[in-house]
Each structure stands twice: as C-alpha cells, then as structure tokens.
C-alpha cells in the first residue's frame, strides 16, 4: 500500500479518483462505519472500488477512510486491488466531507489532470459510469461533468404543509457521483471555498467553474437508509451476485477443488485461553469491563486469535503461533486486531482475500449475546468480509462448563483477487 503521506504512485498516470468513505452512516443504524457494512456479503466499501479495477486505462485510486479504521481500510484496498495495489493510496478523512476531499485531493500527484470524485455509499456504481465522466472530463473544455437522471416524480413547492405550485421537472434531474474535473480546477475550487455545498459540482461552480451533465445510471443509487442497504442487497441477490456463501460440495462430496467455484478456500481456527482474573477482559475485539480476562502472552482473546488462525489456515499460511510467535516481545499484550491485521496482510501477499468468516464462542461468560451484532462489525472492519458470531455453552462439562477458560472455533472462506 502506499505511504499515505507521501502517496508514491506509478509516473505519469492522469487519472485518479478520490473514493471518499469517512462517513459514520448514522443514519443506517448499525454501529459501524459506514463503508464498513455489508452488502450482500460483501463489504460496501469492497463493492464501490471493484469497478475501478476493471477500467482500461490506468488510473490512481485514493480512498479517504475513517481516521480509526485506515488500516483496516488499506488491508481492504489491497485484497481488492491485489496487483495494482501501487496504484492507490489511503488518508485519513477530515472533519466533514468537504475536508475528506481536500485530504484526497491534496495526494495526488501533478501528472494527474482529471479526477473523479465518488462516494463509496454509491456502491453499486457500474464501471461504464465512471468510463463516461472520465471521457467528458478529457474532452469538456475545463467543465466539470455531474451523471444525472430525469426526474420523474411529480415536483410541488411548498410552505410548510401547503402545496403552493408545480414545479416544471423538464429542467430537473437528480445527480450522481462519481463527480469529474481538471485537478489543477477542482483545487482552486477548493482551496477558494468559503462555505460548505453539498456536492463536489457545488464547490466547483461556486468557484466560477462550468458544470455539465452525462447519463447517468440507476443502480448508482446513495444508501443512506436500510431500506436502502436492503434494496442494494435485493440487486445484487437477483443478479446472482452475493459472496460469502460456501459453494456446494464437489462431486465426489468434498470441498471443490482450487479454481472450481472461484477458487474458494476454507479454513479452521480453535482457540483456548484460561481466565485470568488479574487480566482485563477483552473478547471478539471487544472490553467486557467487570469480567475476568483471559490469560496469554498478548491480550488472550480467543475469538480474534481463533478468526486468525482460520484465515491463516485457508490460505495455507500457517498458524498465529509460527507467523508471530507465542513469545515474541513485540506482541506482548497486542490486541487481536493486530494479528488479524497480520492475517490478512499475509493473506493479500499470497493473492487471497478474506470473503466471510464464522466463529463460535464457547463459554459461560462473558455473556455476549447483548453484544453480538457489535462484536460481528468490529471484527469484519478489520477482516474486510462479513463475520458470523455465535454463543454456546457445554451445559456444564469440561474446562468452559466449570468456568475455568473460554473456547472458540472458527472458520473462514477465502478466495482470490
């Protein structure tokens, strides 16, 4: 991944798009970032950067992430770049989003001359959209290029409750991104800018810029709403689109064989740590304050450790023990997240991303029940793919069933980029 400071990339490229994915989606109501929520098995931000690989020209890629999840963010762009992953780059967002795209902006190199500007909510977003706004952009004179659809709704102004008249919708349409324009035009705009507008158009003709309208495209509808995310879902479910699921067994009623069915690989994880009552308790990526924790040389948790060894596993890369050591001083006390991390490096060195992953946690305490959906967005943000997560307890058997340590089990589906 490049260095999001400097943002070294290929010379002589002339296309970039700024892809920004700092939003809180607050809106959605499902504790995690945004870009961060699956559609359909796949996570939002995964889906809206697919297309930009498949263009046929070259073409800079600068995701603008949550400042709390950018290394999360660049373990997803590189499993999904894979081989042009020197073609992107990932900075932290800023206050809001006219700052998010300052931030992309200003990493750019000088080479390129036109950018598009994208929200990653626009996931669904076809290839041939940003292949139109990028051909105007090269021919449009110093424009700038919205994609925009008719509006076909009836359109009423009113005053409060009160219809007041018909607006003519012939001169209306709705706009889309991604959003185009000079780079050396759109800088200025920004740069110029004294108050907040709502699109990237908005800065640009505030600046004394010309904005023009291509066709745009249904499916690059925003999701802001669930029933948004359950529309997108609904899309790519009908186009046979969804990842994640394991494929059917082979003929002979094993796993398929690599390359069959995409090349999906599996692979198991098991974890066991003993509780530790001096220790803080922190499970599934997670604090669970008042709870004994678990005893290791990091952290001890078993969910993150389990996960870890599964995508290791899938990949054929080993174990959490001979990839980082069970004493290696630098991991005294890591937190999960940091061998998770590790995994999914390896994973991505190897050509191999993350596509779901299940865990099961076996114990009496802590409870996680209350806290399950939290626990499944933390670990897919650092994962990249969704992340099943489920409770059990042995009825009062063994080591968990007697209260001395927590168990758990995972298993993870990867597959090629």
């Given at each position: 991944?490049?260095?999001?400071?400097?943002?070294?990339?290929?010379?002589?490229?002339?296309r970039a798009v700024v892809?920004?994915?700092?939003?809180?989606?607050?809106?959605?109501?499902?504790?995690?970032?945004?870009?961060?929520?699956?559609?359909?098995?796949?996570?939002?931000?995964?889906?809206?950067?697919?297309?930009?690989?498949?263009?046929?020209?070259?073409?800079?890629?600068?995701?603008?992430?949550?400042?709390?999840?950018?290394?999360?963010?660049?373990?997803?762009?590189?499993?999904?770049?894979?081989?042009?992953?020197?073609?992107?780059?990932?900075?932290?967002?800023?206050?809001?989003?006219?700052?998010?795209?300052?931030?992309?902006?200003?990493?750019?190199?000088?080479?390129?001359?036109?950018?598009?500007?994208?929200?990653?909510?626009?996931?669904?977003?076809?290839?041939?959209?940003?292949?139109?706004?990028?051909?105007?952009?090269?021919?449009?004179?110093?424009?700038?290029?919205v994609p925009a659809l008719?509006?076909?709704?009836?359109?009423?102004?009113?005053?409060?409750?009160?219809?007041?008249?018909?607006?003519?919708?012939?001169?209306?349409?709705?706009?889309?991104?991604?959003?185009?324009?000079?780079?050396?035009?759109?800088?200025?705009?920004?740069?110029?800018?004294?108050?907040?507008?709502?699109?990237?158009?908005?800065?640009?003709?505030?600046?004394?810029?010309?904005?023009?309208?291509?066709?745009?495209?249904?499916?690059?509808?925003?999701?802001?709403?669930?029933?948004?995310?359950?529309?997108?879902?609904?899309?790519?479910?009908?186009?046979?689109?969804?990842?994640?699921?394991?494929?059917?067994?082979?003929?002979?009623?094993?796993?398929?064989?690599?390359?069959?069915?995409?090349?999906?690989?599996?692979?198991?994880?098991?974890?066991?740590?003993?509780?530790?009552?001096?220790?803080?308790?922190?499970?599934?990526?997670?604090?669970?304050?008042?709870?004994?924790?678990?005893?290791?040389?990091?952290?001890?948790?078993?969910?993150?450790?389990?996960?870890?060894?599964?995508?290791?596993?899938?990949?054929?890369?080993?174990?959490?023990?001979?990839?980082?050591?069970?004493?290696?001083?630098?991991?005294?006390?890591?937190?999960?997240?940091?061998?998770?991390?590790?995994?999914?490096?390896?994973?991505?060195?190897?050509?191999?991303?993350?596509?779901?992953?299940?865990?099961?946690?076996?114990?009496?305490?802590?409870?996680?029940?209350?806290?399950?959906?939290?626990?499944?967005?933390?670990?897919?943000?650092?994962?990249?793919?969704?992340?099943?997560?489920?409770?059990?307890?042995?009825?009062?058997?063994?080591?968990?069933?007697?209260?001395?340590?927590?168990?758990?089990?995972?298993?993870?589906?990867?597959?090629?980029?």
């Amino acid at each position: 991944m490049a260095d999001t400071t400097t943002a070294r990339f290929p010379s002589g490229v002339d296309r970039a798009v700024v892809v920004v994915a700092a939003g809180s989606g607050t809106r959605l109501g499902i504790g995690t970032a945004k870009a961060f929520v699956p559609v359909a098995g796949s996570l939002m931000l995964a889906r809206a950067l697919e297309p930009l690989f498949t263009l046929p020209a070259p073409t800079l890629v600068v995701v603008v992430a949550p400042a709390s999840l950018v290394d999360e963010c660049r373990a997803l762009v590189a499993s999904v770049a894979g081989a042009a992953v020197a073609y992107t780059a990932v900075v932290p967002g800023g206050a809001d989003r006219h700052g998010s795209v300052e931030a992309g902006l200003a990493v750019l190199p000088d080479s390129v001359t036109a950018v598009l500007v994208h929200d990653a909510a626009r996931c669904l977003t076809p290839a041939a959209q940003f292949s139109r706004v990028f051909d105007a952009v090269a021919d449009g004179d110093g424009a700038g290029f919205v994609p925009a659809l008719p509006v076909t709704d009836t359109i009423k102004r009113v005053e409060g409750d009160v219809v007041v008249e018909t607006v003519d919708r012939a001169a209306l349409v709705g706009v889309q991104t991604p959003q185009g324009f000079p780079l050396a035009a759109l800088r200025r705009a920004y740069e110029v800018s004294e108050q907040a507008e709502t699109d990237d158009a908005g800065v640009f003709q505030a600046a004394g810029g010309t904005v023009r309208s291509v066709p745009g495209d249904a499916d690059a509808f925003k999701i802001t709403t669930p029933w948004d995310l359950g529309r997108a879902e609904s899309i790519v479910r009908s186009r046979g689109g969804t990842d994640g699921g394991v494929p059917a067994p082979g003929a002979d009623g094993g796993v398929p064989a690599p390359g069959a069915d995409g090349g999906l690989r599996f692979g198991l994880g098991v974890d066991v740590h003993a509780f530790d009552v001096a220790s803080p308790c922190r499970v599934g990526l997670l604090d669970f304050p008042g709870e004994p924790g678990l005893s290791g040389h990091s952290d001890g948790d078993a969910v993150a450790h389990a996960v870890c060894d599964a995508l290791l596993s899938a990949g054929a890369l080993g174990d959490i023990g001979g990839r980082f050591g069970t004493s290696d001083p630098a991991y005294a006390g890591a937190t999960g997240d940091v061998f998770l991390r590790g995994a999914v490096a390896l994973l991505a060195e190897a050509g191999l991303a993350p596509s779901s992953v299940t865990v099961q946690v076996i114990g009496n305490r802590p409870r996680i029940g209350a806290r399950r959906t939290e626990m499944q967005d933390a670990l897919a943000a650092v994962v990249g793919a969704p992340v099943a997560v489920s409770g059990t307890t042995t009825d009062g058997l063994g080591f968990t069933g007697r209260g001395d340590g927590l168990a758990a089990i995972a298993t993870a589906v990867v597959r090629p980029v």
